[in-house]
């Protein structure tokens, strides 16, 4: 991502121009133990309907604690992604909505879900009422989870989230809903299920075309078929799947499968814990087959332009075909979705001297092959020290190269171990809640409230962690533990990388097989190596920046265009309401999305981006066009 404000310490520093949100502060713990929490979330519920009814939404902010609660909203009542905080808050944005809440109801489907009394926290700290709600609104609906927490012996709601899910007249196909597949009866234009297939990828006029067929194309893609918007994806890869592929020889899933899974077609039971990237790239071949989604792949843009009074783009593509032909279509998309890589352009710093540079290689980690077996011996630097430096360092290492890793700040380090068996314990792994329970619980917390809850996590982590940590720093690895203390998931969410979850590289760096050179900008490249702002010098065969990439925002100006791009916030990091900017929502341009992150975040903003783009579709969004767009 966006390389922010370098005078900023590593640790504190966000995406540029992203807030570094306050840590929230979780209530005190109720003693309450006999309380029945069935009841009470009854009655809260009850109050909660009777307030709704009569359009009180000073009645319904009386509902929350005064100063400390929150209503985190995802398209439930305004096409926004929202948190308001405290009760003033609150009802200024029952205020501001347009659409009614008709009912909210208590959620006694499972065990997991339904009311009871103990932790609202992950770590088991706080005590209170947590349940799960669902919701109907004049649109659509939805479910949500509420924790109660006791202000001054009563008690009052702390958190509440809502998450709309499907619009009212356009549910999914599923379950009971799902679709014959055949029609019985004597038809001489019979087509066969192959037969439509095959002119609907080939003929299809996309409503909305997706670039880009990762994680986060297709994902939203899956999406967009179940409400039955017509999408494309295109990318430019030959097959789907190259996006991992092509990526270095060694990669595997830093994240564990639970975490992991995709819509509609979760991993199988026999799946790896970790996957690796060519076993992962075959997993959304067969996706993209099952969900029947539509794929053009060898194929790239050519040019697009905006239409502001038809509120459509004109898009012309070029697709190479298999028998080496090409083919030049254009196309009348109402939207297009960004989903080329969460990161944009890389981030290759252009040095002093890096044109005369006479060793082997010379390049981005996102063009770096994986190490040359025939190079033992040879000398490697890795510039950088996230995942992809640490993974490429330890490949170099298992060749036989002699590598120095180098770091200008500081790294935060999480082992493994301690995402899977501490970090995400008890919501996803083998006997945690079905994943979209997870999701609502993960999701249901406000971020600043996420944070508090990571400082705690990542005290622990560390503490897991101790030996490994202590090894690193007798290296001369610089650590830190993210901002304000928060550890590496609000890294990621702030930030976009600067950290590293070490799948054994650490371990190399103590006991110095990997070497470090902390601290010290590059002054330039040498014919033969590197020399350091200190004067130290390092000879080197092959350099990798593993640097990272610029924000999203710089790959849309290099597609569409500065006019395009100057309409475009800045994506990725929080707004002051600690939801991510820009990313699953209006952009700022009319028609363009963005869309991308880890499996996890893929999974569940896939489904938040495609109801408004149906929505929109539906005519239930006024324009496609920023904050004026509240229903
Ligand atoms: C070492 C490492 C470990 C990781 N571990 C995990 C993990 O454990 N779990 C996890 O969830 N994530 C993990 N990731 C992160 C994951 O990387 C990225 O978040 C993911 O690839 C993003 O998916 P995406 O769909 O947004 O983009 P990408 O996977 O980058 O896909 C973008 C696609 O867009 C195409 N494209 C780009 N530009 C154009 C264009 N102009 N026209 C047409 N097509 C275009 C590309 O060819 C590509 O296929 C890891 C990454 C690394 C490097």
């Not at 009814?53 to 995802?74: C, G, M, P, Q, V």
């Not at 509440?160 to 899910?165: A, E, V």
């Not at 609000?490 to 070497?515: C, E, H, P």
């Amino acid at each position: 991502m966006g390389v922010g404000d370098t005078s900023i310490r590593s640790s504190e520093r966000p995406e540029a121009g992203s807030v570094n949100i306050p840590v929230g502060v979780w209530p005190t713990s109720s003693k309450n133990e006999s309380v029945d929490a069935h009841k009470v979330a009854n009655e809260v519920i009850t109050r909660f309907n009777d307030t709704l009814a009569k359009k009180d939404h000073a009645a319904i902010a009386d509902l929350f604690s005064e100063d400390n609660s929150y209503w985190r909203d995802h398209l439930a009542l305004s096409w926004d992604l929202r948190t308001s905080k405290g009760s003033a808050d609150i009802k200024k944005y029952l205020d501001s909505s347009k659409v009614q809440m008709e009912k909210i109801e208590v959620d006694k489907s499972s065990d997991y879900r339904a009311p009871k009394f103990g932790a609202i926290d992950v770590l088991g700290d706080i005590t209170g009422i947590n349940f799960f709600v669902t919701f109907e609104t004049s649109l659509g609906r939805g479910e949500g989870v509420m924790n109660l927490a006791e202000d001054n012996g009563q008690w009052k709601v702390f958190t509440l989230y809502t998450l709309l899910k499907e619009l009212k007249g356009h549910e999914e196909p599923l379950g009971h809903r799902r679709t014959k597949g055949v029609k019985h009866g004597g038809d001489p234009n019979r087509k066969t299920w192959k037969e439509t297939r095959d002119a609907e990828k080939e003929e299809i006029d996309p409503t909305v075309l997706i670039l880009g067929a990762g994680q986060g194309g297709l994902t939203v893609a899956a999406r967009l078929r179940m409400l039955n918007v017509p999408a494309l994806i295109v990318d430019q890869n030959e097959r789907v799947g190259d996006n991992w592929r092509k990526r270095y020889r060694q990669l595997v899933l830093h994240d564990p499968v639970w975490y992991d899974h995709m819509p509609y077609v979760p991993f199988p039971a026999h799946w790896p814990v970790f996957t690796p990237k060519d076993k992962l790239a075959e997993f959304f071949e067969a996706y993209v087959n099952l969900l029947e989604l539509n794929v053009w792949t060898s194929t790239s843009l050519k040019s697009t332009s905006w239409d502001e009074s038809k509120k459509q783009w004109t898009v012309t593509v070029e697709r190479r075909k298999p028998d080496g032909s090409t083919q030049t279509r254009t196309l009348h998309p109402k939207h297009i979705v960004q989903a080329t890589g969460h990161s944009g352009e890389k981030n290759f710093p252009q040095i002093k001297g890096m044109q005369d540079f006479k060793g082997d290689r010379l390049c981005h980690s996102s063009e770096h092959p994986g190490a040359n077996p025939e190079s033992k011996g040879k000398k490697a630097v890795v510039v950088g020290c996230c995942n992809s430096g640490h993974d490429i360092a330890q490949d170099f290492f298992e060749k036989g190269y002699d590598i120095t890793i180098v770091q200008r700040s500081t790294t935060c380090v999480v082992s493994s171990e301690a995402i899977t068996d501490i970090g995400n314990k008890g919501l996803y792994d083998q006997d945690a809640p079905p994943v979209d329970d997870a999701d609502l619980t993960f999701w249901s917390l406000p971020s600043e409230l996420l944070k508090a809850q990571q400082i705690k996590v990542t005290k622990i982590q560390a503490d897991h962690d101790k030996k490994m940590h202590d090894g690193l720093r007798a290296a001369g690895f610089g650590l830190d533990s993210g901002p304000m203390d928060s550890g590496l998931l609000i890294k990621y969410f702030q930030r976009g990388g600067g950290y590293y979850i070490d799948v054994g590289a650490s371990q190399l760096i103590i006991d110095g097989k990997i070497k470090v050179k902390q601290g010290q900008e590059i002054a330039q490249i040498l014919p033969n190596g590197i020399e350091f702002a200190d004067g130290d010098k390092l000879e080197a065969d092959e350099i990798v920046f593993a640097t990272g990439y610029q924000n999203m925002r710089t790959q849309a100006r290099k597609i569409f265009g500065d006019e395009v791009a100057d309409r475009v916030s800045d994506v990725w990091g929080f707004n002051d309401e600690g939801e991510f900017r820009t990313m699953w929502q209006k952009s700022g341009h009319p028609g363009l999305w963005f869309m991308g992150g880890n499996l996890a975040l893929s999974r569940f903003y896939s489904r938040v981006l495609a109801l408004q783009i149906k929505a929109a579709e539906e005519g239930m969004i006024e324009d496609g066009e920023g904050a004026k767009a509240r229903l």
